[in-house]
């Protein structure tokens, strides 16, 4: 009788695209049964890892203060029993402005969980090493660095136009085609245009004046952009080809990279270099700031909040939180900032690790309610209405003219609130605020997308 596939599955094999090649080649040589599994053993496939029976510990800094906020509180609690059954976590926290990302199972923003000897590509998601840098413009008045930071930064779509790009040092681009994921024309080239472009959604550009000493700060939000997206979609095919090979009950958002493998250390890697870019994109849009007005910086500082930190076999991945802990961060800079929304304060902390934080503190002030729901609750009042409303005596910008009142501060929770449980809870504490000025952000980008006005075109 001919070799078949039901013969491999008795012989303790799990279906894979080896299996045809596996029994043409077992069929042609006649193989007896010893020489069958001497054969077979190239192909040993490593031990199924279950899921937890019973979800890992987390710790719970949140708590709802008001009855819009129970539905919020409830959801992030019930995703993370599911998603701590993930095999590879040890540990986990919430913290106060933590807020759902899709089904229960996945990881939450404003959640950290600990994974061993693991990096999981959908705990920080397509928007890696979103992250703040803070620039101490002294005595310069915040009007005349909004109007020159309006002039320099780029919000929305794709990247900058040619002519307009500002460069990405050729160190990097070296360092990128040394990497195996990042080693790809097509995305340094687009890690080469968007150098420079804050995005849209929640990012912004933030100018403020020190409670403490009265100097002007210039503060930008954004993540590592088209480059960090591409790395993202490469890294989430590698980890679920290993998820399907070792655990196939986990979900699929939930795959991880062993570190120890080829394809761990060079992820791992490709990381810290797209942490690399972003920095050096918040640098340079800064820089183009200070040189515009003729000046020198007094102080910088900047620091991710959605990434994967490591303490020895121990990765720390972190959807939208602030490291406090110096082990996490191999460029220290200074103390870490926490945004709130366009009318409150940045918030300028410091924090060590204890048994509730893990050594992380919030990265915001979350969301009650999604983009849309917000939305609709407002729609017995106009766009102009709600904005002057609620940005009374801010110097509020959209880049593309266009207001967004999915990003005004009744988008977020209550700021205060916010606070309060930093403190209760003993996150971290606050070393000084940069009180609002005014804020840049790409507004309603889809309004008069491109695309759109084409398919108005098309109808007349």
């Known amino acids: 009788m001919e070799f078949n596939g039901n013969n491999l599955i008795e012989l303790g094999y799990r279906p894979g695209k080896w299996f045809k090649d596996a029994i043409t080649f077992i069929n042609e040589n006649n193989m007896d049964e010893a020489q069958i599994r001497e054969y077979l053993e190239q192909f040993r496939q490593p031990d199924i890892i279950p899921l937890h029976e019973t979800a890992k510990d987390f710790v719970i800094n949140i708590r709802a203060e008001h009855e819009s906020e129970n539905d919020n509180v409830e959801k992030v609690i019930n995703t993370m029993k599911v998603l701590m059954k993930t095999p590879t976590l040890t540990a986990g926290a919430l913290m106060p402005d933590a807020c759902p990302t899709g089904p229960e199972g996945l990881i939450p923003v404003g959640g950290v969980v600990v994974a061993k000897n693991a990096i999981h590509p959908g705990f920080h998601s397509a928007d890696i090493c979103c992250s703040v840098m803070l620039t101490d413009f002294g005595d310069a008045d915040p009007k005349e660095v909004l109007d020159a930071a309006h002039s320099v930064t780029h919000f929305g779509y794709g990247g ?40 849209d959604g929640n990012h912004f550009l933030f100018v403020g004046k020190s409670k403490n000493t009265g100097n002007t700060m210039l503060v930008t939000h954004h993540g590592s952009r088209a480059p960090g997206a591409a790395l993202y979609d490469k890294g989430m095919k590698v980890a679920n080809r290993f998820r399907q090979e070792i655990s196939p009950e986990t979900l699929k958002e939930n795959a991880w990279i062993p570190f120890d493998t ?7 890697e490709a990381l810290q270099l797209i942490r690399a870019w972003t920095k050096e994109n918040h640098s340079n849009i800064h820089d183009a700031v200070l040189n515009k007005l003729g000046r020198e910086k007094q102080d910088r500082y900047w620091n991710e909040h959605n990434f994967v930190f490591r303490d020895g076999d121990l990765f720390y991945h972190a959807k939208g939180a602030t490291p406090l802990d110096d082990k996490f961060m191999p460029d220290i800079t200074g103390p870490r900032l926490i945004p709130l929304n366009m009318s409150e304060p940045v918030l300028i902390v ?18 009650n309610f999604s983009r849309s729901q917000h939305k609709r609750s407002l729609a017995h009042k106009t766009t102009e209405e709600i904005f002057n409303e609620e940005t009374e005596g801010l110097d509020i910008r959209f880049f593309s003219n266009e207001i967004d009142i999915s990003e005004l501060p009744s988008a977020y929770k209550s700021a205060k609130n916010v606070r309060a449980q930093i403190e209760e809870y003993g996150l971290c504490e606050v070393l000084d605020e940069v009180m609002p000025y005014g804020c840049i952000m790409a ?18």
Do not use: C
């Open 160 to 199: 900058r136009p040619r002519g307009e790009q500002m460069p990405m040092s050729q160190e990097l681009m070296d360092a990128f085609r040394e990497n195996e994921f990042l080693n790809d024309e097509k995305l340094i080239s687009i890690a080469r245009s968007h150098m420079g472009t804050q995005g």
């Open 443 to 460: 507004g309603d980008v889809q309004k008069n997308a491109p695309w759109k006005k084409k398919k108005k075109f098309r109808k007349v």
């Open 350 to 367: 410091q924090g060590k690790t204890n048994e509730r934080n893990l050594g992380f503190a919030p990265h915001g002030a979350g969301r």
């Open 262 to 268: 080829e394809e761990g250390q060079a992820y791992w």
